[in-house]
């Protein structure tokens, strides 16, 4: 039995985290690959940098906790590193071969991308149980 009453919780509601998933993954996805004028241009969008690092911190963590609690072995952490600095490298590809678009790729979002999921994993460490 896990002392972690966050991670008993979604131990027994496995399915929140699934759907958590998709939704992220789909909200990221519109975010970054739809034309940048379907966005007016306000004080939110200044945040850009910080909103990469929210974005795919999160969706690590929901990864590795989602992974962690429907597996029974022990969650290589770096591989779900790896596939949050994937999902991000993947969209600045898109945005750069898909010049219809009107995005445009960005070191730097993968460089916030990866801070992000580095986080994610230090929070993994301290919230997913030793098995």
């Known amino acids: 039995m896990n002392s972690n009453p966050f991670y008993s919780f979604l131990s027994d509601r496995?399915?929140?985290?699934?759907?958590a998933i998709a939704i992220l993954t789909i909200v990221?996805?519109?975010?970054t690959?739809?034309?940048?004028?379907?966005f007016s241009q306000n004080e939110i969008w200044s945040y850009d940098k910080v909103g990469h690092l929210?974005?795919?911190g999160t969706w690590t963590l929901l990864l590795g906790l989602n992974h962690s609690i429907s597996r029974a072995g022990n969650t290589n952490l770096w591989i779900i590193f790896l596939l949050g600095i994937?999902?991000?490298?993947?969209?600045?590809?898109?945005q750069y071969s898909l010049p219809s678009l009107n995005r445009?790729?960005?070191?730097?979002d993968?460089?916030?991308?990866t801070?992000?999921?580095l986080l994610a994993l230090g929070v993994l460490k301290i919230i997913i149980p030793k098995k």
């Open 86 to 94: 994937s999902f991000g490298i993947i969209i600045e590809i898109l």
């Open 54 to 56: 929210l974005i795919f």
């Open 115 to 117: 801070i992000g999921c």
């Open 110 to 113: 993968v460089v916030f991308d």
């Open 14 to 19: 496995s399915y929140l985290l699934t759907s």
């Open 28 to 31: 990221t996805l519109l975010l």
């Open 104 to 108: 445009h790729a960005d070191v730097y």
């Open 33 to 38: 690959l739809l034309p940048a004028e379907t």
